[in-house]
């Protein structure tokens, strides 16, 4: 991590195609679905994806009990959709193996 940088690096494994994966991690009416713990919802006009390098990527979860809110801000740094359907995942070394953008917290 760099001096004065805020670095957050997350990795899931998931038994389903890639393009579906990244499709998923880039639209917001899928990510509205699943953004956020238990007790929280993500509303779909509160993410902004702006899917090319340099732009932005936010979310502002929800607390359904209180009410109070949560912004996540952060910007891509590449952006590399998989070009080819996938049946599943692959092992690709010390690369991620989801097809998820580059994000730096901002």
Do not use: Q
Not at 22 to 41: E, I, Q
Not at 53 to 62: D, L
Not at 88 to 97: D, E, F, S, W
Request: proline share 8%; glycine share 8%.
């Amino acid at each position: 991590m760099g001096e004065g940088i805020d670095e957050f690096t997350y990795r899931r494994l998931h038994a389903c195609p890639r393009n579906l994966v990244f499709v998923c991690m880039t639209t917001p009416a899928h990510l509205s679905k699943f953004w956020g713990r238990a007790g929280t919802h993500t509303p779909e006009d509160r993410i902004v994806v702006e899917l090319r390098p340099g732009g932005a990527f936010e979310t502002t979860i929800v607390d359904d009990k209180f009410g109070s809110e949560h912004t996540m801000r952060a910007v891509y740094e590449e952006v590399d959709p998989p070009s080819t359907p996938d049946t599943g995942l692959r092992n690709i070394g010390h690369r991620c193996a989801l097809p998820v953008p580059s994000l730096k917290a901002v």
